[in-house]
C-alpha cells in the first residue's frame, strides 16, 4: 500500500499543474505544446508567444500574415523547431482571439522565470513583431507596459526600441 501511495503522490507532484501552479490556463494551455523544451524555458517561450499574439492583436486584427510573423519569430529569435512554432503561433492567434490573456500573471511568471537577456532577447520579439507593418502608438504603448513590468527604465526602453526606429509610425508621421 505505501508503494502505491508514493507512486501516485510522486506521478502527482510531477504532473504540469503541481509544478506551476500559479500558471493561468491560458498560459498551460500554450506550455503544454512546448513539452520537447527544457522545464524552465517553457514558461518564458509561452509567455513570450502570448504577449507576441497580444501585439499583433493591438489592433483588434490578428491576420495571418502576423500569424505567420510570429511562428518565424519562435523559430528564428526563440529557436523553436518549426512544427512547433507552427502550433504555438495557431493556438496563440486563437487564445488571443478568444480574449484569453492574463498579462498580470504573464508578467509575474516572466520576472521569476526569465533573466535580464532573456527579457530583452523578449522585448526585441514584441519589437519585431510589432515592426511587420509599421510600430502603431498601441503596439508601442503595450510593448512599453511589458518593459514597466519588467522593471525596465524608460532610457532602457527607449534604447532597446532605438533598433526598431525606422517602423516607428509616430516617428514617420513626424517626418512627413
Known amino acids: 500500500m505505501t508503494k502505491w501511495l508514493s507512486?501516485?503522490?510522486?506521478?502527482?507532484?510531477?504532473?504540469?499543474?503541481?509544478?506551476n501552479p500559479n500558471l493561468s490556463?491560458?498560459?498551460?494551455?500554450?506550455?503544454?505544446?512546448?513539452?520537447?523544451?527544457?522545464?524552465?524555458?517553457?514558461?518564458?517561450?509561452?509567455?513570450?508567444?502570448?504577449?507576441?499574439?497580444?501585439i499583433a492583436y493591438a489592433d483588434s486584427d490578428f491576420s495571418s500574415e502576423e500569424k505567420e510573423r510570429l511562428k518565424e519569430i519562435?523559430?528564428?529569435e526563440l529557436r523553436l523547431d518549426s512544427e512547433t512554432a507552427g502550433h504555438v503561433a495557431s493556438l496563440t492567434k486563437e487564445l488571443?482571439?478568444?480574449?484569453h490573456a492574463e498579462n498580470h500573471i504573464i508578467f509575474r511568471q516572466l520576472k521569476k522565470t526569465s533573466d535580464r537577456s532573456e527579457q530583452i532577447q523578449l522585448l526585441r520579439c514584441l519589437l519585431a513583431m510589432a515592426s511587420e507593418d509599421d510600430i502603431t502608438q498601441i503596439?508601442?504603448?503595450?510593448?512599453?507596459?511589458?518593459?514597466?513590468?519588467?522593471?525596465?527604465?524608460?532610457?532602457?526602453?527607449?534604447?532597446l526600441r532605438s533598433e526598431y526606429r525606422e517602423f516607428l509610425s509616430v516617428l514617420k508621421a513626424k517626418s512627413s
Open 7 to 19: 507512486n501516485w503522490l510522486s506521478n502527482l507532484q510531477s504532473s504540469n499543474h503541481l509544478r
Open 74 to 76: 519562435l523559430e528564428q
Open 139 to 159: 503596439e508601442d504603448m503595450e510593448i512599453r507596459k511589458v518593459a514597466d513590468a519588467l522593471g525596465f527604465t524608460h532610457r532602457e526602453y527607449i534604447d
Open 25 to 54: 490556463p491560458t498560459l498551460k494551455k500554450v506550455e503544454s505544446h512546448l513539452e520537447g523544451y527544457p522545464e524552465e524555458r517553457r514558461v518564458f517561450l509561452a509567455a513570450s508567444a502570448l504577449l507576441m499574439g497580444r
Open 96 to 99: 488571443i482571439e478568444e480574449g
